[in-house]
């Protein structure tokens, strides 16, 4: 019998040993009640990836970043189309598609985009009731509601387009009483990895999804935030515009809209007029359309994971001496659990609000394109996004537009 904190927690959270308590101070989640809801999402299921080779993809994650190989699917199990590796770390779960047929429409969707996320699955406990909603409100589905059955048992999937050529896979983990019990999706086989583990880092080195930014076309922000509002009902948490959100040569307009439960938050950000090209001009033009930009990865251990991704070859956007030594930044932050000596040496920001603060970081563009990066995000109290960072944070990354040559 599952007792009422197990029905609060998704399978991957119990799978990662997670607490509701260790998930409000990591993604800040709040309680809320799905029944009235009009399209419940429990929480993330899978960020699903499109690159130019997931066996070297899939080392790249595990040896640099830490993560768990759990399962695969590819030409040795009867898919001729491409290989999929399916990666796990805590909570998170990331898929990594490469195509091996040559007429695979992943190999189209790669040379038009590059590395990028294709799919950003979420889990739901009533797939049908949630497609039903979407026609309802005239949202584009993608794939009607349908069983997947295994000997591991039965998962019910259908999916709904976003913004540019993304989509949302809903997943329904939980038919007829029955919990699927595969290592992912029926189609797949559990694989372990083949990768030792460097002493003294740490078990994983970050523990959930605190949320996933998407770029999106000038002007066409607030039907993306109606989108959620109106087909998925999410609520809107945030709205960075003008200054909170500009430098002297680039801006940008951020919206942030999340579920019930705040396990799922989606800040959409579009371009707007300035000196020169911001980052969102950047992606557009490099991922030839709207987006996933960036994915936060939460941790409760900012300065270990840090440490061990640079010792593991992951870059850092920098920070200058001068974000640090500013006092009016000392006496606005307070006190924090580690000095700011040590934040500095590591070049991590700190922001605080009403709730209390947070500690990030940001990573350079991971592929070849300017486009996919992740944050690492510490949660202490807080529930913002680093509104004091933004213009410390643009600037460094209009430092590295102008090494491309794209500011």
């Avoid at 119990?14 to 009235?36: F, M, R, S």
């Avoid at 595969?182 to 078990?203: C, E, F, H, N, W």
């Avoid at 605190?210 to 922000?221: I, K, Q």
Wanted: aromatic content about 8%.
């Amino acid at each position: 019998m599952t007792t009422a904190h197990e029905r609060a927690l998704t399978v991957e959270e119990l799978k990662a040993d997670l607490t509701l308590e260790q998930l409000q101070q990591l993604v800040g989640l709040v309680e809320y009640d799905e029944h009235n809801d009009v399209f419940p999402v429990t929480g993330w299921d899978a960020i699903v990836f499109v690159v130019g080779n997931a066996t070297q993809a899939a080392q790249y994650y595990q040896s640099a970043w830490g993560m768990e190989l759990v399962a695969y699917s590819g030409p040795e199990h009867g898919n001729r189309d491409h290989k999929a590796f399916v990666l796990r770390s805590g909570s998170t779960r990331f898929v990594l598609k490469g195509a091996v047929d040559p007429d695979s429409p992943l190999a189209d969707h790669h040379r038009r985009h590059g590395d990028g996320v294709v799919d950003i699955a979420l889990e739901v406990p009533d797939v049908d009731r949630c497609i039903a909603r979407a026609h309802e409100v005239g949202a584009t589905v993608l794939e009607e509601p349908h069983d997947l059955t295994d000997e591991h048992g039965t998962v019910r999937v259908a999916a709904i387009a976003t913004y540019g050529e993304t989509r949302h896979t809903l997943v329904q983990r939980e038919v007829d009483g029955a919990t699927y019990a595969g290592p992912y999706l029926p189609g797949y086989v559990a694989r372990t990895s083949s990768i030792t583990r460097k002493d003294g880092q740490p078990k994983r080195l970050f523990q959930a999804l605190d949320h996933v930014v998407g770029n999106v076309e000038l002007g066409r922000m607030d039907e993306w935030v109606a989108f959620y509002n109106k087909v998925m009902g999410f609520t809107n948490m945030a709205e960075f515009i003008g200054d909170d959100i500009a430098t002297d040569y680039s801006a940008l307009m951020s919206k942030v809209v999340a579920n019930g439960n705040h396990r799922v938050k989606f800040p959409l950000n579009e371009p707007a007029v300035a000196r020169k090209k911001s980052q969102i001009d950047e992606y557009l033009e490099f991922y030839r359309g709207a987006g996933a930009q960036h994915l936060a990865l939460a941790t409760n251990d900012i300065l270990a994971t840090v440490d061990a991704l640079r010792d593991n070859g992951v870059e850092f956007l920098d920070t200058p001496d001068s974000y640090y030594e500013d006092p009016a930044l000392r006496a606005r932050i307070g006190q924090v659990r580690v000095p700011i000596d040590e934040l500095q040496k590591r070049r991590i920001l700190v922001d605080r609000d009403e709730d209390g603060y947070l500690l990030q970081i940001f990573t350079k563009p991971l592929g070849d394109r300017p486009t996919v990066f992740f944050e690492l995000i510490e949660r202490h109290g807080s529930l913002g996004f680093g509104k004091g960072n933004f213009k410390a944070l643009f600037e460094a990354i209009e430092r590295e537009q102008e090494r491309r040559g794209n500011l």
